[in-house]
């Protein structure tokens, strides 16, 4: 019989960014595999769960001609496929460490119970993970029972009593202890309990970091002892591969890869964390040296290795700094030169001031006789710390294809799970449609409601950003919602075969909405031109407005003086050449024209679409992009 290839020729291309939500990402490998029969991936984006999904997507991509759909589209079911000991793949994928153990077998006997079961489940995990602890706890009060037990009359009772009261403190109080404990150790272990290599508990199950990599290799068709698949190779391939991480260290969200190249690493250390092979990689190919202050500093750097160019990085280490989950995953820690440190500008300026006099100096001279700086670590943690469904991805003015969004949330009000998987999902259709932020209710009273205030603002602090942009005009249209109960997906990581393979199903009709509204059939993409057309020209024109007020203010000197025609006052810095001064002014003449033009009744902007974008000066977020170059 011959073979259907129902990915060979897509006509048509797209981007997809896909949210973060641990395991709800089951949902993504199916979704991603419909819209590959008529769209070829072009760039593909995520954080946490997602940038799993994304590298996952990506690397189908590459393996497109060979079969790499066809696997992913089976990834659900593998991923409930019993493992060496009966327990599904999903369930064995985060492995703990020895240390962390306790906590994460409390964490499976929570599940997704609520309320006294819940209450009860967490009571339970403890007394098991800390029987001795507990044990240890009661022996005072038992034996204050055991006295009193000899005891005569009142003192008999009153020594019972205060026997089991003080074995029910002491229990309470060795338990707490020791999972205080075992928190602080986790903390000094990165911050989480499972490494992503293999843990305790796991038997010969493969562990999350092992899987994926040996998962992206085999999507993208290469042998498993092959070099580890970089974001190089996608871009040879004209895929973009693009993922969040946070720098915790830095106050900052960062997109991976990225162009600095501050970044050191000790191969030791990331041996914990990656395979050997991803590790040796890594070693193997570190960016060019570049400058004498560069090779000094590389030479300085001891036992640390210089991070890859943003072509050389495999795709799972990425990933793998994306979906570092607070407490579930630990953090990545990397090392780089805190400048603001006093010590390291002093040591800076003596590599410039040691330069100037030993012009033909070497190297290795100048490491015998000049103090090194200081290496700092820097921690990375979750992308969707900061932006779980980063939908800035792959944004231009006028998109030459639609950017997909594959969105992650609870049943709204007034809605609930329906047989029909096609009914659990939620695309705009209309010009309204998604314009309405979500609703928290917030609850007030008792002790309880301390937890959902916190909750409420860790959830408006992360996802205040996407939140807003979700709402925007040619944005809300091209997202699609795939809701989900709180037993599926989030933190349930021991889901059974019929949720993973629901949720899946769930996933691929949430596509098959895009692909009706946006593919060769639907009209969707010609209504997307548009209003791309109108929030555009919309923004611009607000912005050129601001612009010329500002231009025309009286100010001590005048901005017209500066640049326009004409100008010819003295600049401060950021000179520029007597040929291009000419330009300048010719140029920001012909802008102040353009401004003027636009104004009074602006047809760009009567009407436009609602909320009315506003374009702001934002800084780059060092992406290294052109990796072909």
């Known amino acids: ?59 189908a991509e590459l393996g497109r001609a060979e079969g790499g759909f066809e696997e992913l589209d089976t990834l659900p079911r593998d991923l409930t496929a019993p493992g060496p000991d009966g327990r599904s793949t999903l369930s064995t994928l985060f492995q703990p460490t020895r240390t962390a153990a306790p906590l994460f077998r409390l964490l499976g006997a929570v599940g997704d119970k609520e309320g006294a079961a819940k209450g009860a489940a967490v009571v339970g995990g403890l007394l098991r993970g800390y029987w001795w602890a507990a044990l240890l ?73 092992p899987w994926l990599h040996a998962k992206v ?58 395979p050997d092979d991803v590790v040796d990689w890594m070693v193997a190919h570190p960016p060019a040296a570049g400058g004498f202050s560069s090779q000094l500093l590389r030479a300085q750097a001891g036992n640390l290795r210089p991070w890859p160019d943003a072509r050389d990085l495999p795709v799972v280490v990425a990933t793998r700094m994306s979906l570092s989950f607070p407490v579930l995953i630990q953090a990545v820690r990397l090392a780089a030169v805190d400048y603001g440190q006093p010590g390291n500008r002093v040591a800076r300026e003596a590599v410039s001031a040691w330069r100037r006099e030993h012009r033909d100096g070497t190297v290795e001279q100048a490491l015998a006789e000049l103090q090194p700086p200081e290496f700092s670590p820097v921690w990375f943690t979750d992308g969707g710390l900061c932006a779980n469904l980063p939908v800035h991805f792959f944004d231009s003015p006028l998109p030459k294809h639609p950017t997909f969004a594959l969105n992650l949330g609870p049943f709204p009000p007034g809605r609930s799970k329906r047989p029909d998987e096609r009914a659990n999902s939620y695309l705009p259709t209309v010009n309204q449609g998604g314009a309405t932020r979500g609703w928290f209710p917030l609850p007030t009273d008792g002790l309880g409601a301390w937890g959902g205030f ?172 052109g990796l072909s170059e």
């Open 1 to 59: 019989m011959t073979r259907i290839d129902h990915y060979a020729a897509p006509p048509l291309e797209c981007d997809i960014v896909m949210k973060g939500g641990i395991t709800s990402g089951v949902i993504y490998p199916r979704a991603v595999a419909e819209l590959a029969r008529t769209y070829r991936l072009r760039s593909v984006g995520g954080a946490s769960a997602g940038a799993i999904a994304a590298a996952a997507a990506a690397a």
């Open 137 to 209: 706890g009661a022996l005072p009060g038992l034996a204050l029972v055991v006295l009193g037990a000899l005891g005569t009359g009142t003192g008999r009772v009153a020594g019972i009593i205060g026997g089991v009261l003080l074995l029910l403190v002491g229990v309470v109080v060795g338990v707490a202890l020791a999972a205080g404990r075992t928190l602080g150790r986790v903390a000094s272990d990165g911050f989480g309990m499972c490494t992503g290599m293999p843990g305790v508990d796991s038997g010969a199950a493969p562990a999350l970091t």
């Open 217 to 274: 290799q085999s999507l993208a068709r290469r042998a498993p002892d092959a070099p580890p698949v970089t974001f190089g190779q996608l871009d040879d391939a004209g895929v973009k591969l693009r993922m969040m991480t946070t720098n915790l260290t830095r106050h900052q969200p960062m997109a991976m890869p990225w162009r600095s190249h501050e970044y050191f690493f000790d191969p030791q250390y990331l041996r914990t964390l990656f």
């Open 454 to 625: 916190a909750g409420i603002m860790l959830h408006t602090a992360r996802e205040w950003v996407d939140a807003g942009q979700m709402t925007m005009p040619g944005y809300r249209d091209r997202i699609v919602t795939v809701h989900h109960t709180a037993s599926e997906g989030g933190m349930n990581l021991d889901m059974p075969h019929e949720v993973v393979s629901a949720l899946a199903e769930r996933g691929r009709q949430a596509a098959g909405k895009l692909v009706a509204a946006f593919g060769p059939t639907g009209d969707a993409w010609t209504y997307h031109q548009w209003i791309r057309m109108r929030t555009s020209t919309a923004g611009l024109s607000g912005w050129m407005a601001e612009f010329l007020d500002s231009y025309r203010s009286p100010q001590p000197v005048p901005y017209p003086n500066l640049a326009g025609e004409g100008a010819d006052a003295e600049l401060p810095s950021y000179s520029v050449g007597v040929g291009d001064r000419r330009l300048v002014n010719q140029h920001v003449d012909e802008l102040v024209d353009l401004a003027r033009s636009w104004g009074g009744d602006d047809a760009l902007a009567k009407g436009a679409p609602s909320p009315r974008p506003q374009l702001r000066l934002v800084p780059d977020d060092g992406t290294a992009e």
